[in-house]
């Protein structure tokens, strides 16, 4: 029997600083994971706006209009790894990272998520009494490049 599911320790971020001028040319196989990281959220949200009319027979009309993309993770307090190094640099810098959020390996043929260049607009320290120290980061669509498949729908 097919597996009907996917685990969230098979899905893969992956990075590529600095970003790219052009984020709709990125290629995840080439891009570097990073694999300090735990308990991902990808958000997704489209805008609306209020269509109504007077013929809609009492009915409120919606519209979708812009969409938006961050992505919440958590990563263990580690300097000197590279993937936290570019997150943290991303931050301090202002400056953008390109990143790939992917639901397994890029080169898996189910494998897809948002690609694009992100701005880091949360970089929040944890110390719990008897855990490691962490950061909690989000990261906020600032380009859109594509959404990846890797059986090649690629938009």
Same mark, same amino acid.
């Given at each position: ?64 209009? &812009?969409?938006?993309? $961050? ?8 300097? /000197?790894?590279? %993937?936290?190094?570019? +997150?943290? =640099? ?8 390109? &990143?790939?959020?992917? $639901? ?8 897809? /998520?948002?690609? %694009?260049?992100?701005? +880091?607009? =949360? ?12 950061? $909690? ?19």
């Amino acid at each position: 029997m097919a597996t009907t599911y996917k685990l969230g320790m098979d899905a893969v971020i992956l990075y590529q600083t600095p970003a790219v001028d052009n984020p709709s040319t990125l290629t995840p196989s080439s891009m570097t994971e990073l694999t300090n990281v735990r308990d991902v959220t990808i958000n997704h949200e489209t805008g609306e706006a209020d269509v109504t009319t007077r013929g809609n027979q009492g009915w409120r009309a919606t519209a979708a209009t &812009l969409r938006e993309c $961050s992505v919440e993770f958590e990563m263990v307090w580690k300097p /000197g790894d590279t %993937g936290f190094e570019a +997150i943290k =640099n991303a931050w301090l810098n202002s400056s953008e990272i390109s &990143l790939a959020v992917l $639901s397994g390996d890029p080169d898996d043929s189910e494998a897809e /998520g948002p690609v %694009g260049n992100f701005s +880091i607009t =949360n970089f929040s320290r944890s110390e719990p009494l008897e855990e490691a120290i962490t950061v $909690s980061v989000t990261a906020k669509l600032s380009a859109w490049g594509k959404w990846h498949n890797a059986s090649g729908q690629q938009t």
